[in-house]
């Protein structure tokens, strides 16, 4: 999102390297020709130029970077297109810089970009790529990084087999540029690490060393571009410990473009300059409370790689059948999808949904520009004697299937319902939730979102009338999704203690507990029931909860053992209430003999492991492969279980920081 353009001339000198070479073209100058000479800066970059960069001494079955390195101002709309060579997939043909795995030959490509004047300019390179006989090594990772914004990069050797490739050793470097921050994992496959403050763009250079098995060594580099911040403000809503990263308005020319980029994700924004409505009304408001189009919804869409646009489109086409997402987003000014949202979240100040495009992916190549950095905000509880465990199911197997990073799996778009599918019925749900449907033809324009008065919201009303009644549950969400220290007492409670207190309760789960300290009313509570409701709803999905013993650094799907546990809770006679009294208000285009529907809940048998509980009545053991793919399962449960307790922080910090 490149929200602040010092107005810098840049006119063409054309220019051509190959091979080896490092600087390809720079473009530099004021207008079209005559004027002052460009000022160099101290480091040598030349005030007003563009110079494109690459990889040096390209080789196939390694990845190669091309670079657009812009001096004195931020780079314009970029755009890069091929002109020459087979076919390459531009996963991030709208950014500064592009991570390729080309084969032997010759490539062309073009950028076209705005200059510091907001003229359209262009430039193109060539790049000649040599054979190579020796083992493919690639390293993949997003090729451009704000300051501030936690990046990964990951070593592959895609020409070997797992087992060749099994006792590799890693080793990395950084080599060139400024130091990365809080730089881990030297000595895996995957570094993490955060970029440092810059003035101006920026090439860091890392380079990787792997030993195989069989004593040989193999040697890679990746050059990412690290650009500054496009302005600051001193008290910025997406603060150090959230920043913002760079994304755009998917529709360049849409309706709605520059409010897009100056309203929702800028690090810009502060308390004092957040859009009215009069500059980005809700999406409710503009369709007049009608469904919206498709079409009306990508207008609002940013991102930060095409490709997240394009499969968020094809879901809402193909799989929103009943309208219900769009309906949803009637409440919402915009949706953001990024390689470093992390975790997903609705904000009131702005009215918009930020998702994590880790839910979004469909082939290897598109998860690769998202990044793997953690959020640190996660590590809560650890010290309590029970855990909760939860899973969606369909036809008695995990729903969406398992897909391990190393197994680079492609995904269906149905496999999605399981993450993107609960994830917006989820988020939309806290949308519709301060801003229900019954508001959006009359919402004062001159208001910001934060300012609407909802009255009486589905959460306020059921924690009125059909309120969570235990305490201690209560008490431990403070600590398990706030941080808060447990208490001797806590500590001490053993899951059957957790059993006494949730199962006779209201709650789908332990994260209907959710309430920081100060609140007097949780907004997880409705959330959740609406979530598991809709997900059996419209995909015939079921969601599993179980309470164990806490879990250990050797527990498996195997060897965890239920104390309780039930599929398909939001069916209790004593839970349909409270879905319905959310839904009236939150969704009122769900009849409400709809919740009829729900399947009568089903316990799991005690004293089986969690494994054992996904099909109770089978008589086969589980073979290897499903042992594998439950435990994917677990891990990937507890990343999302780090999600929300980063979500529960975070909105807890963003509305302090609003206020």
């Not at 060139?176 to 003035?199: H, M, N, Y």
């Not at 939860?390 to 197997?397: I, M, N, T």
């Not at 009125?464 to 409670?493: D, H, I």
């Not at 009545?617 to 999302?640: C, N, V």
């Amino acid at each position: 999102m490149n929200l602040v353009l010092n107005r810098l001339a840049a006119s063409l000198r054309p220019g051509l390297v190959m091979g080896a070479a490092l600087v390809l073209l720079t473009a530099c100058g004021g207008g079209g020709g005559g004027g002052a000479d460009p000022t160099p800066t101290p480091s040598g970059c030349v005030s007003g130029a563009v110079t494109l960069l690459a990889s040096s001494a390209p080789q196939a079955g390694r990845n190669v970077e091309v670079q657009a390195q812009a001096c004195g101002f931020t780079l314009g709309d970029p755009q890069w297109t091929q002109t020459q060579g087979a076919s390459l997939p531009l996963l991030s043909a709208r950014s500064a810089a592009m991570s390729l795995e080309p084969s032997a030959g010759d490539y062309g490509f073009s950028l076209s970009y705005l200059d510091a004047q907001g003229q359209r300019r262009t430039q193109s390179l060539q790049l000649s790529v040599a054979a190579s006989s020796a083992p493919s090594l690639v390293v993949r990772g997003d090729p451009s990084l704000w300051s501030g914004d936690g990046a990964s990069l990951r070593a592959w050797l895609p020409g070997l087999s797992a087992a060749e490739a099994a006792g590799a050793t890693y080793s990395w470097t950084q080599t060139e540029g400024p130091a990365a921050l809080g730089l881990q994992g030297q000595d895996t496959a995957r570094i993490l690490f955060k970029g440092p403050v810059v003035s101006k763009d920026a090439l860091m250079k890392f380079r990787v060393d792997v030993k195989l098995a069989n004593g040989q060594s193999l040697s890679q580099g990746y050059q990412l571009l690290l650009l500054p911040q496009p302005g600051s403000t001193t008290q910025p809503l997406f603060d150090a410990s959230n920043p913002s990263s760079r994304v755009y308005p998917y529709l360049r020319s849409g309706p709605h473009a520059e409010a897009l980029a100056a309203c929702i994700y800028s690090p810009l924004l502060d308390r004092a300059n957040l859009c009215p409505m009069s500059r980005l009304p809700m999406l409710g408001t503009e369709t007049g409370g009608a469904t919206p189009t498709v079409e009306q919804v990508m207008a609002r869409l940013l991102v930060s790689h095409d490709w997240m646009a394009q499969v968020f489109e094809r879901y809402l086409r193909e799989q929103d059948t009943h309208g219900d997402f769009r309906n949803l987003l009637k409440a919402t000014t915009a949706v953001v999808i990024g390689a470093r949202v992390r975790p997903a979240f609705y904000w009131s100040a702005t009215g918009a949904i930020y998702l994590d495009a880790s839910y979004l992916w469909l082939t290897p190549q598109q998860r690769d520009t998202v990044s793997e950095t953690p959020d640190p905000r996660a590590d809560f509880g650890g010290d309590l004697g029970y855990a909760m465990l939860w899973r969606y199911v369909k036809d008695k197997d995990y729903a969406g299937g398992s897909y391990p990073v190393a197994e680079r799996k492609s995904r269906a778009l149905p496999d999605l319902h399981a993450r993107l599918g609960s994830l917006l019925y989820h988020e939309l749900t806290h949308a519709g939730d301060f801003t229900p449907p019954r508001l959006h033809s009359v919402l004062n324009p001159a208001l910001r979102v934060f300012q609407i008065d909802a009255g009486v919201t589905a959460s306020d009303d059921l924690a009125a009338k059909l309120p969570l009644q235990s305490s201690e549950m209560v008490a431990l969400g403070k600590v398990q999704f706030f941080g808060n220290p447990s208490t001797a007492t806590q500590r001490a409670y053993t899951s059957q203690n957790i059993v006494s207190f949730f199962e006779p309760d209201r709650a789908t789960d332990e994260y209907n507990y959710s309430l920081p300290d100060g609140a007097t009313v949780g907004r997880e509570d409705a959330a959740m029931l609406a979530e598991e409701a809709m997900m059996q709803l419209r995909f015939g999905i079921l969601r599993d909860v179980a309470i164990t013993p806490a879990l250990t650094a050797s527990s498996t799907s195997s060897n965890i053992l239920l104390s309780w546990g039930q599929r398909g809770r939001v069916g209790e006679a004593r839970i349909k209430p409270r879905v319905a009294l959310v839904m009236s208000q939150v969704m009122p285009w769900i009849a409400a003999s709809e919740l009829d529907k729900l399947a009568a809940p089903q316990l799991l048998p005690a004293g089986k492991s969690w494994l054992a509980t996904l099909d109770p009545a089978a008589a086969a053991r589980p073979t290897e492969a499903q042992r594998r793919q439950a435990d994917e399962a677990l891990r990937d449960m507890g990343s999302r279980q780090q999600d929300r307790r980063r979500a529960a922080t975070l909105e807890r910090d963003l509305r302090q920081s609003a206020q």
